[in-house]
């Protein structure tokens, strides 16, 4: 069910993350409506993240959690870790760093996104739970094996109470707001699915220690060239482009969605027509040539994977660009059977 959940929940809170956005930057409005609309904005990442963490585990407990092999520049892999938390340890005057001890390779073999969500999760409830003093984070490599320590100057867990921290929901304190209390139940799952083993070390007041171990195989330079590149997971925002006006054609029944997309893209200097369904698209496209066409999968009466194979047998069509979008995140795994149908697919939100 939880795909068909996930789906349900994206949508509308696509648009109410998108509005949001837009309403944070409007330098027309008074100050206090722009931080209300940062809340509104920061409550749907929330949101977000909760319903990406359910997807997550109830695929690993269907034992459908796709584990993908990226090849990683451990160190700049850690440089990146380290920026994202940075900012938020000098805020709160916290001795932050990131380690290695002995010989680390300069190139392993992971799951490069998961082994990131577990670093994170275990670096920021660290920051969350620890007011004053430090939080360091440890590499060692032995025999292909790391063993990364989290280890913090926090408030600690009773001991009688270590067992619930893995548990789904359980929270032991209101120290660390924000938390949905899902965190360490999947780092613990995400550790034992790449092949490792985490556990914990703690006292009331005296801080925690996290250990991790992990194979992480190491890359010879010679394998390097023939491995795919992993993506960096950046974000990076676009005001605009270079180049004549495109025109872009989006077809979706939601109509929130519609005018999420317009506004972000107008202003971009985009050509936006929006069309509600596939039938009307279809009439539209005879007095104009998009360059690029953004398809809903999800619409009654003709899906867009049958627009893209009407697209794609009309000469005019055959070679204008396609991107597929879908509040599915599980539409992706079909997604290699209709290669050649389009040339983009993403995930709303
Ligand atoms: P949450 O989102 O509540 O942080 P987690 O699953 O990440 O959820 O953690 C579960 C609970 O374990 C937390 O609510 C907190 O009580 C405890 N916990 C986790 N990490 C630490 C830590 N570094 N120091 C103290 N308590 C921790």
Known sequence: YMAGISHELRTPLNAIYGYAQILEGDAALPLRRREAARSIRRSSEHLAGLIENLLDISKIEAGRLEISRDRINLRAFLAQVTAIFEGQAKAKALDFRISTRGNIPTWVDCDEKRLRQILINLLSNALRYTEKGRVDMEIAYRNEVATITVTDTGIGIPPDQIHRIWKPFERLSRAGAGGSGLGLTITRLLVEILG??????????????????????????????RMPEAHDARKVHATGYVGPRKAILAV???????????????????????????????ASLEDIAPDLFILDIDMPEMDGWSLAQRLRDDPKFRSTPIMMVSAHALEARSQVQREGLFDAFIIKP
């Open 252 to 282: 979706d029944d939601d109509l929130d969605h519609l005018g999420l997309l317009e506004t972000l893209l107008k202003p971009m200097g985009f050509l936006i027509q929006c069309q509600p369904s596939p039938v009307t698209a279809l």
């Open 196 to 225: 490792g083993d985490i556990s914990v070390e703690s006292g009331l007041g005296k801080g925690s220690r996290f250990t991790l171990r992990l194979m992480l195989p190491s890359v010879r330079p010679s394998v390097i060239s």
